[in-house]
């Protein structure tokens, strides 16, 4: 008998995402969060009246533009920042709804997407086995990939 990798289309997917780099991580959580659009809140509308949440997003606000991708890349990467430390003490619907505000109130143009979408394949096909999932199924990579 052979043995055969038949590994789940989000599992794959929280494999290449954890291996993209951080502006890559940003652009393919705004892009999920931006095709499920409404469906989320209607998931988690407690948790995204945090005030926790909303703390979160306003001390990232009051950071420099410019400097405000770098807090990102430091919370997905885990850094021992005060940003990290805030993010980490969120429970995980609260977490999604961090990401859900964030790309809710911050216009993608702040975000410097491009320097990731420029000449790079990987987050496009995550992005189309992404697209080939179901509601859960992003639902449960999200939850993999924010935790």
């Avoid at 991580?25 to 005030?51: E, K, N, R």
């Avoid at 609260?94 to 993608?108: G, S, V």
């Avoid at 420029?118 to 990939?145: I, K, T, W, Y």
Wanted: glycine share 2%; proline share 4%.
């Amino acid at each position: 008998m052979t043995a055969i990798d038949v590994r789940l289309p989000f599992e794959q997917a929280v494999q290449a995402f954890e291996a993209a780099p951080a502006e890559c991580q940003i652009a393919v959580l705004w892009q999920t969060y931006d095709t499920l659009g409404h469906a989320f809140a209607t998931i988690a509308p407690v948790a995204l009246f945090s005030q926790a949440v909303q703390q979160l997003i306003s001390q990232i606000q009051q950071v420099d533009r410019p400097d405000q991708l770098s807090v990102l890349r430091d919370i997905l990467a885990g850094s021992d920042t005060r940003f990290s430390h805030a993010y980490q003490a969120l429970n995980i619907n609260m977490k999604l709804a961090f990401w859900h505000r964030l790309f809710t109130l911050m216009p993608t143009s702040r975000l410097s997407l491009a320097t990731c979408q420029d000449g790079l394949s990987a987050p496009s096909n995550l992005l189309a086995c992404l697209d080939s999932m179901g509601l859960n199924e992003r639902l449960h990579f999200l939850r993999q990939v924010v935790s």
